[in-house]
């Protein structure tokens, strides 16, 4: 599938950003469309991009699937954090949920048939057995796991009625960056461990403090897979040679957890800063554990992660976010 394009929704964001990165390094020609709500322009760089939302720019995407003729698509656009979709799960169903029927209505009406789903761990909700394998029980305890999860049932009945052919990658936790120190993680509000962790290291983040210690694992904190995100990035092009008949799906992980007094060491061991690490109260709809059984993807894409030591990432995480301390200058 080389030297063809590929639709990147989402692609000014982090993963988005890195994945069409790697897209072009592997020979595709990435096209962007983003609605730069959380995304940043200028991790586009020279890519084709289309500012537009899918939840509502319906006549700009038709003009990109007529004009650019993608062979496939990466969904990466979506909300994503897990405690405002508590609070507000109407924003996460609206936006989730509408922007992926939309996108799928216009790759329908294109013969677009292909479509690689960013999807998450938090599908699984508090697992009944670690690691999680792919067939383990759904049971989401957030609006973000079951926005994904619907978009995935959705999925496999537009396989069965329209032939659509599709992979869901299950992301554990996305981090790192790339190793040229050119793109990384920039949320506003920043919500994962390791960014704000550095941020805290670097003397920007005085409000730094590890939610909840008394969770059932062996230091008390909660445990997470961590794979970097150039891991995750050569994943979705092991995806898109990889698609069979109707609705697949994976686990994006390393099949070990760390807790996050064990990343908060690694980040302190890397930055040499012993910064404060209060502890508050838990975070809403945060399992204990979440790891991935990840040998699914490996058997039948043939992916293998490279990157994703704790080391690697932070060591990654930390070049970027020292050499960027505004961000992406927004």
């Not at 939302?53 to 990466?74: G, M, R, S």
């Not at 403090?209 to 997470?224: A, H, L, N």
Request: glycine share 10%; with cysteine.
């Amino acid at each position: 599938m080389n030297n063809k394009k590929i639709l990147v929704t989402g692609g000014a964001g982090y993963i988005g950003s890195i994945t069409a990165k790697v897209l072009k390094e592997k020979g595709f020609q990435p096209i962007i469309f983003d609605n730069l709500i959380t995304g940043h322009q200028t991790s586009v760089g020279k890519e084709k991009f289309y500012q537009g939302d899918l939840t509502k720019d319906i006549p700009l995407l038709e003009k990109v699937f007529k004009e650019e003729k993608p062979e496939a698509v990466i969904h990466f656009a979506a909300m994503s954090l897990v405690g405002e979709s508590v609070k507000n799960p109407q924003k996460y169903f609206t936006n989730n949920l509408i922007g992926a029927l939309n996108l799928l209505k216009v790759m329908l009406e294109h013969q677009v048939l292909k479509i690689v789903f960013s999807s998450t761990a938090a599908v699984y909700g508090e697992p009944k057995k670690v690691p999680i394998d792919e067939d383990d029980p759904k049971a989401p305890t957030n609006p973000y796991g079951e926005s994904k999860l619907m978009i995935e049932k959705i999925l496999k009945w537009y396989g069965e009625a329209y032939g659509l052919f599709s992979i869901a990658l299950r992301y554990f936790n996305a981090c790192g960056a790339a190793l040229d120190g050119s793109l990384g993680e920039d949320h506003e509000p920043e919500s994962h461990l390791i960014p704000l962790a550095i941020q805290a290291a670097l003397g920007q983040r005085k409000d730094f403090k590890i939610f909840g210690d008394d969770y059932p694992t062996p230091d008390g904190t909660c445990i997470r897979d961590y794979i970097h995100v150039l891991d995750l990035a050569e994943a979705h092009i092991a995806a898109l040679n990889g698609f069979q008949k109707g609705f697949q799906s994976y686990n994006v992980g390393t099949n070990h957890g760390f807790s996050v007094l064990e990343v908060i060491q690694m980040i302190k061991n890397v930055s040499g800063v012993n910064f404060e690490t209060p502890i508050g109260p838990r975070r809403t709809g945060d399992p204990s554990q979440l790891v991935a059984k990840a040998k699914k993807i490996k058997k039948e894409l043939g992916w293998q992660p490279k990157y994703s030591d704790l080391k690697t990432i932070v060591e990654t995480a930390w070049k970027w976010h020292k050499n960027h301390p505004q961000g992406y200058g927004k």
